[in-house]
């Protein structure tokens, strides 16, 4: 299994940036595509960002220009830098990763616990 790990959500001002980062540790032979996705209250979860193994970024229109998505595969660990951040930004930001246990197996999906970003002046 894999453990996703989330860190650096918080309050900030509108305008303001934050970073988050997802580490993965566990038991697994690769990890493909990893990804940001949010979930603002009575919204459905919507990707953010992801990016692939081998480093290329897919964003979602209202973040484009905003945000940047980039992993460190030495640390298995992708990040989200988040600037010009605005109200409607505000929502707890869930990571996720496909990886697979063995070369030979199939590609499973997982969640981190998910952090709070709350844009607010």
């Known amino acids: 299994q894999v453990q996703l790990v989330e860190s650096g959500g918080g309050l900030v001002q509108p305008g303001g940036s934050l970073r988050l980062s997802c580490a993965a540790s566990?038991?697994?032979?690769?990890?493909?595509?990893m990804g940001w996705y949010r979930q603002a209250p009575g919204k459905q979860r919507e990707l953010v960002a992801a990016?692939?193994?081998?480093?290329?970024?897919n964003y979602a229109d209202f973040v484009k220009g905003r945000f940047t998505i980039s992993r460190d595969n030495a640390k298995n660990t992708v990040y989200l830098q988040m600037n010009s951040l605005k109200s409607e930004d505000a929502a707890v930001y869930y990571c996720?990763?496909?990886?697979?246990?063995?070369?030979?197996?199939?590609?499973?999906?997982?969640w981190g616990q998910g952090t709070q970003v709350t844009v607010s002046s």
């Open positions: 996720n990763a496909d990886w697979r246990r063995f070369w030979y197996s199939s590609w499973l999906s997982s």
């Open positions: 990016i692939s193994s081998g480093g290329t970024p």
């Open positions: 566990g038991s697994f032979s690769s990890i493909n595509s």
